[in-house]
T-cell receptor
């Protein structure tokens, strides 16, 4: 069975601080995909990144960066110089390689960025 | 532009009535769609996998007679909450597996309130 753990339920930071959201996963599959989604108060899920299990390269996209470490089954997400607009619930998710729509989600981390 | 359209975005209904939620794939034909449910401040839980032209596959603990899923065409899947009760109040969100099975696109979600 697949499992995703986001140990941080809530994080509060002050604007311009860096913040890292942790994600640890469990799967018996050798091939799988990991995702991060942002859910603002309006409710829709905003796709942030997809990473396949064979690609351990870290990725940076603007203020966002992701650290995938297969050895520790972790896929952490860092926001640099946080902004108030980053306030949202962030979900880490895991899916089978051949069935990306069928995902197991973590419980989410609520990030509050204060001005 | 949006790849998946979900309608309605919000609905309030009386106990005992049925509510239909639509999920449309706008850019491509989707043989498989997924329905998730999200309780307040909780994670997304997969309810069922909707397959075009065949019966949906429900996750353990999900009542198939309560949550009717129809996937009559390659671009439309519907979720009908039958004889709704206040405990059915939740955020329902669909996702569509892309033409590349490694992609998944989410609808905007439907917030159902049963009074």
């Amino acid at each position: 069975a697949q499992k995703v753990t986001q140990a941080q339920t809530e994080i509060s930071v002050v604007e311009k601080e860096d913040v890292t959201l942790d994600c640890v996963y469990e799967t018996r599959d050798t091939t799988y995909y990991l995702f991060w989604y942002k859910q603002p108060p309006s409710g829709e899920l905003v796709f942030l990144i997809r990473r396949n299990s064979f690609d351990e390269q870290n990725e940076i996209s603007g203020r966002y960066s992701w650290n995938f470490q297969k050895s520790t089954s972790s896929f952490n997400f860092t926001i640099t110089a946080s902004q108030v607009v980053d306030s949202a619930v962030y979900f880490c998710a895991l899916s089978e390689a051949i069935n990306a729509g069928k995902s197991t989600f973590g419980d989410g981390t609520t990030l509050t960025v204060k001005p | 532009g949006a790849v998946v359209s979900q309608h309605p975005s919000r609905v309030i209904c009386k106990s005992g009535t049925s509510v239909k939620i639509e999920c449309r794939s706008l850019d491509f034909q989707a043989t498989t769609m997924f329905w998730y449910r999200q309780f307040p401040k909780k994670s997304l839980m997969l309810m069922a996998t909707s397959n075009e032209g065949s019966k949906a596959t429900y996750e353990q603990g999900v009542e198939k007679d309560k949550f009717l899923i129809n996937h009559a065409s390659l671009t439309l899947s519907t979720l009908t909450v039958t004889s709704a009760h206040p405990e059915d109040s939740s955020f329902y969100i669909c996702s569509v597996r892309g033409q590349a099975s490694t992609e998944a696109f989410f609808g905007q979600g439907t917030r159902l309130t049963v009074v």
